[in-house]
């Protein structure tokens, strides 16, 4: 059972930046595929970015290529969502989960067995 519990996130004006962090526990992290997640009022839950075992390959949402870093330090059992240029639209909750598979679809959240309760990030236009 892996716990995950996410930081960093509030108000911030358009063109900022915020850095939130994903810190797990009960589990062999580096066994986890991690991915962030966010969801607007009113939206559906949208993949934002993906990180592999290793910190070998990343993915992302196109509205986020370019402004968001998604990178993973195993020794301390952190993902990290690196945001910049932020958008007035990037504004939701946002959710750390992870994945035990050998393989995923990296973009369902279907696909993550375990998340965060997730933290708000606002952005002021």
């Known amino acids: 059972q892996v716990q995950l519990v996410e930081s960093g996130g509030g108000l911030v004006q358009a063109e900022g930046s915020l850095r939130l962090s994903c810190a797990a526990s009960?589990?062999?992290?580096?066994?986890?595929?991690m991915g962030w997640f966010r969801q607007a009022p009113g939206k559906e839950r949208e993949f934002v970015a993906a990180?592999?075992?290793?910190?070998?390959?990343?993915y992302y949402v196109d509205s986020v290529k370019g402004r968001f870093t998604i990178s993973r330090d195993n020794a301390k059992n952190t993902v990290y969502l690196q945001m910049n240029s932020l958008k007035p639209e990037d504004t939701a909750v946002y959710y750390c989960?992870?994945?035990?598979?050998?393989?995923?679809?990296?973009?369902?959240?279907?696909?993550?067995?375990?998340w965060g309760q997730g933290t708000q990030v606002t952005v002021s236009s």
């Open positions: 989960a992870a994945s035990p598979k050998a393989a995923i679809v990296i973009r369902a959240g279907s696909e993550y067995e375990y």
């Open positions: 009960g589990g062999a992290f580096s066994r986890y595929f």
């Open positions: 990180i592999g075992r290793s910190s070998g390959a990343a």
